[in-house]
C-alpha cells in the first residue's frame, strides 16, 4: 500500500465534547487556537445559558448564540451576541481581531 494511503488509514475521528450547547451556523478559527461558533439567534433559545443570569437586549432570551471553544483546554464558553448573526460574515484583521459584520432583522445594519 503506498506510504500516503496508510497513513489515512491509520487516523481516526473523535469526539472532543457531547456538546457545544448551539448549532453553530458558522466559525473561525482564532490566532490564539480558540474558534469562534456562531448560531442564529431568532430560531428558540440554545441549550447553554448565558452567565449570570443575563439576557440578549431587548428580549428574555437568556440563552446564549455563541461560543469560545478552547482547544487546548477542550472547554466552552457562552458569549454575548447583541443581534441576529444568521446572514452575516466575519473575517480575522491583519493583528489578529475578528470582525464579524451584518446579519439578519435587528443585524442587518450592525457592525
Known amino acids: 500500500m503506498p506510504k500516503n494511503v496508510q497513513q489515512q488509514a491509520d487516523r481516526s475521528w473523535s469526539v472532543l465534547l457531547p456538546s457545544i450547547g448551539i448549532s453553530s451556523m458558522h466559525m473561525q478559527l482564532l490566532p490564539n ?3 469562534v461558533m456562531y448560531d442564529r439567534t431568532y430560531f428558540g433559545v440554545s441549550n447553554i445559558s448565558l452567565p449570570d443570569g443575563k439576557s440578549r437586549p431587548n428580549t428574555t432570551d437568556c440563552s446564549t448564540h455563541s461560543v469560545e471553544y478552547d482547544i487546548a483546554s477542550n472547554t466552552i464558553r457562552p458569549l454575548m451576541v447583541l443581534s441576529n448573526v444568521w446572514c452575516s460574515s466575519g473575517t480575522l484583521m491583519p493583528d489578529g481581531t475578528l470582525v464579524q459584520t451584518g446579519g439578519f ?3 442587518y445594519l450592525v457592525v
Do not use: E
Request: glycine share 16%; charged share 50%.
Open 33 to 35: 487556537n480558540r474558534v
Open 105 to 107: 432583522d435587528d443585524g
